[in-house]
């Protein structure tokens, strides 16, 4: 939305024409005789139509593309656009977003810059999703659906959420943080009408509320209940008896204080599951000799619809074969926090044909992902994570794995790969063999690292795959690059959109191709990288059409940023300290800029000064 | 007779000089690591930097690009054929006697701290990254590899067991500095 909001001004010339047109032939209605009445009754049928028509319109880029034709189109838009997705909560404020949109049923915000994920800025730096609450409590009583990334929600905004909205349907949290289990609690408790609660990677704080025990009683409209990241123990008891009452659950992602004995009894209250995480998988004592166990291999064969597993967090590779049964439905199976081996991975890989989307650790090595590019020739997002996540560990996975990769699965549209050594030729057979790539992520650990087997920088590898993808949208380089990397990027990423840079370019000129090279760029992330004032004036052509910069340990100036926003106004620069640095001296550590209708935000930390 | 001498200085006499400090804080060869917190720095000989030396590898924050939440998931493999367990002394201030425990046992921090707590009946807090233990006043420490004495917590489950040499409750104002802005 934030993209064009800019171009609001639009010729109303359409218009005229169109009334004049719909006048003389003759069109539907009686109205009465006079000229210019009849005039505004044809224009009040047209806007109908147009918001039938529109209400078809679901993608938010049609949308947006609609809204520019005219005023007419503009306004009928306006009123006809239920799901309203803002990419950044600062470029647009919640009165003027709730002015505009008049009958939003589902709401999608983004909050923080993706490198606040790593710890690269202090935490409290905004991001809040409460006066967000409070204005769609007001605009919109009847909304259904929110959906945040990295934001800041309390447990008030929960209880706001539960209490405000009688509808309130579905609550998907990504990365987010500031509120707890008590939180919780009232969000279930009072939320009738809920039917997904999805948790995703975000930071939950043990208020020791026994959340689970708050849902109301009788039957549950429960869809989908993911709380896989939350870090507490729940009441075992209650879950399985939620789980019972709810026969429309479909995705149930536990947490790892979950057992695989208790995830037993939950999987023979639900087999209609599609999606499971199954919790630690593993015991929650060691097993006596002479127990029973229960019948896993039993549970699994009762899930005749399950497609994605997930879980894994304790796993006792003693029991994964109770998983076979299931392997040769799976489209979706993330072992990302399983540390097994090669042999603990091939005999459920090798059952995988329809795998499309796999998530694992470094730890199966090279001969893992041989067998996963053996039998999973439908791969299209793989993401492979290390063990050891230091700069300096052994690499189990290499170049061989991505070789391999790339001649299994020629489908491949996705990959984020973790590594210690790395070769550009193995990088430029995957651009060769996968031309299917959108998103290319390959991350070597050790900073500034060449080819190992050439000692060249890896300029050729990523050159390649700008050049051979043609789909390529998502990029993140690594290893040892000089400024000719990022001329490739700049002369051939034409459909970049979302760049990440670290430890990588000898000098401005880097940052100047990309600028000025990548027409789509959108958001760039850059750390610690010799760009410094000149670079970023460079952009400044650019910067209105991105939604936000982000370059930290570069070497770039106040007086540098300063001129930036001097020239930009509608630009929101911000320069980010270290929570106890005191304002000293010109050097930025962090810029994060974006652009915004609305001026500096009003709920700065001290930490950070806005240009 | 010089070179004996010298010779000496590098083992005998450095291990009974008197010194401040807690025992077995000296410099020594460390690997860099990337994690916050972790303030490691390379022995004398990379010290002597110039400017033709690539850029000093002191702690890299955020690097590599893994979210917290990741890194403190991973468990250690859990290898059946491996005999013995990891045991370690593990002591409390103020307690009379010591413990031994076996760190193989355990999966990860929860179970080991809840153990603990179990053993000696008392409360250790909630742990974040940037505050230590709040809620408590003890702190749990261990004695890693190098001799140096470190918040249980701070690295990978992984590598605090193969690092880990012994435990120490920490208890009153020696656990309060231990548990502010590490």
Redesign the interface.
């Known amino acids: 939305m934030s993209e064009d909001d800019e171009r609001q001004q639009c010729p109303p010339s359409d218009l005229e024409f169109v009334s004049n047109k719909a006048r003389n032939c003759n069109a539907t209605g009686s109205g009465s005789g006079h000229p210019e009445l009849q005039s505004v009754y044809l224009d009040q049928v047209l806007e109908n139509v147009l918001e039938n028509v529109l209400h078809f319109l679901t993608s938010k880029r049609d949308r947006n593309a609609a809204s520019l034709v005219c005023k007419s189109w503009y306004r009928v838009e306006a009123l006809t656009r239920s799901e309203l997705f803002i990419g950044n909560c600062y470029a647009v404020s919640p009165a003027r977003a709730t002015a505009r949109f008049a009958r939003v049923r589902a709401l999608h915000l983004k909050g923080k810059p993706r490198?606040a994920?790593?710890?690269?800025m202090p935490?409290d730096w905004g991001a809040h999703f409460n006066p967000w609450a409070l204005a769609m409590a007001k605009a919109y009583p009847w909304l259904e659906k929110v959906n945040l990334k990295r934001m800041s929600v309390t447990d008030d905004d929960l209880a706001t959420l539960a209490e405000l909205f009688l509808g309130f349907k579905e609550l998907v949290l990504v990365?987010c943080d500031g509120f707890g289990t008590s939180g919780l609690a009232i969000f279930v408790n009072k939320c009738r009408q809920l039917k997904v609660l999805d948790l995703i990677?975000s930071?939950v704080s043990?208020d020791e509320s026994d959340w689970i025990s708050c849902f109301p009683e009788g039957e549950s409209h429960l869809e989908s209940l993911i709380f896989d990241?939350v870090e507490c123990h729940i009441n075992f008891e209650a879950l399985e008896r939620l789980v019972a009452r709810s026969p429309l659950l479909k995705k149930l992602r536990l947490n790892?204080y979950v057992s695989i004995g208790q995830l037993y009894h939950l999987m023979i209250r639900a087999p209609q599951l599609t999606h499971l995480g199954t919790g630690s998988f593993?015991p929650s004592e060691i097993a006596g000799q002479g127990d029973q166990e229960p019948d896993y291999v039993n549970a699994f064969a009762a899930c005749k619809s399950l497609v994605c597993l997930s879980g894994f967090?304790?796993?006792?590779?003693?029991y994964l074969p109770a998983i076979y049964i299931v392997c040769a439905n799976l489209t979706s199976l993330n072992f990302?926090?399983a540390?097994?081996?090669a042999e603990q991975l091939k005999p459920i890989i090798s059952k995988c044909h329809k795998l499309q989307v796999f998530w694992v650790?470094d730890?199966i090595c090279d001969e893992g992902l041989q067998a996963v590019a053996a039998t999973c020739k439908e791969l299209r997002e793989l993401r492979v994570?290390?063990?050891?996540?230091?700069?300096?560990s052994d690499g189990p996975v290499s170049e061989v794995g991505l070789q391999a990769i790339s001649e299994g699965c020629r489908k491949l549209q996705s990959i984020l790969y973790?590594c210690q050594r790395m070769t550009n030729t193995a990088v430029i057979a995957m651009s060769k063999n996968c031309p299917d790539l959108v998103v290319f992520r390959l991350?070597i650990?050790g900073?500034?690292r060449a080819d190992h087997v050439t000692g060249e920088p890896m300029d050729d590898g990523f050159g390649a795959i700008v050049m051979n993808c043609k789909k390529l949208t998502r990029l993140a380089v690594s290893g040892l690059l000089t400024d000719k990397a990022f001329d490739y990027i700049g002369r051939h990423g034409k459909l970049v959109r979302t760049l990440s840079v670290?430890?990588s370019g000898d000098s401005d000129m880097a940052l100047k191709y990309v600028l000025e090279g990548c027409p789509q760029l959108q958001k760039l992330e850059i750390?610690d990288s010799p760009f410094g004032d000149a670079a970023l004036r460079s952009g400044l052509h650019h910067y209105y059409s991105m939604r936000f910069l982000w370059m930290s340990s570069c070497r770039l100036t106040r007086h540098g940023c300063q001129e930036i926003a001097r020239a930009m106004p509608r630009l929101v620069v911000e320069v980010i300290r270290s929570a106890d640095e005191e304002e000293m001296d010109d050097a930025v550590e962090i810029l994060y800029m974006y652009r915004s209708l609305v001026g500096p935000r009003t709920d700065t930390p001290k930490f950070v000064t806005i240009l | 007779m010089e070179g004996r001498v010298a010779y000496e200085n590098d083992l005998n006499l450095k291990a009974t000089e008197l010194r401040l400090g807690l025992p077995g804080t000296h410099e020594e060869q460390q690997a860099v690591s990337s994690r916050v917190g972790n303030n490691k720095r390379p022995n004398d000989e990379s010290d002597d930097q110039n400017e033709t030396a690539p850029p000093p590898k002191a702690q890299i924050v955020g690097w590599p690009p893994i979210r917290s939440y990741r890194k403190n998931n991973y468990q250690p493999k859990k290898t059946e054929s491996d005999g013995g367990g990891i045991y370690i002394k593990l002591s409390m201030d103020g307690a009379p006697y010591l413990r031994k425990i076996d760190l193989k046992v355990y999966s990860g921090y929860p179970e080991l701290l809840k153990a603990v707590e179990n053993m000696f009946k008392f409360n250790i807090g909630e742990y974040s990254e940037r505050e230590g233990y709040k809620g408590s006043d003890y702190a749990p420490t261990y004695e890693d590899k190098d001799g140096d004495w470190m918040l249980v917590g701070d690295v990978p489950w992984g590598m605090f067991i193969t690092s880990c040499k012994r435990l120490r409750i920490m208890k009153g104002s020696e656990a309060r500095g231990l548990g502010c802005g590490v």
């Open positions: 490198f994920d790593f710890n690269l935490p990365c990677e930071e043990d990241c790892r593993s967090r304790e796993i006792i590779p003693d990302s926090y540390n097994i081996t650790l730890s994570f290390p063990v050891d996540a230091r700069e300096d973790f991350c650990m900073r500034h670290a430890f750390r």
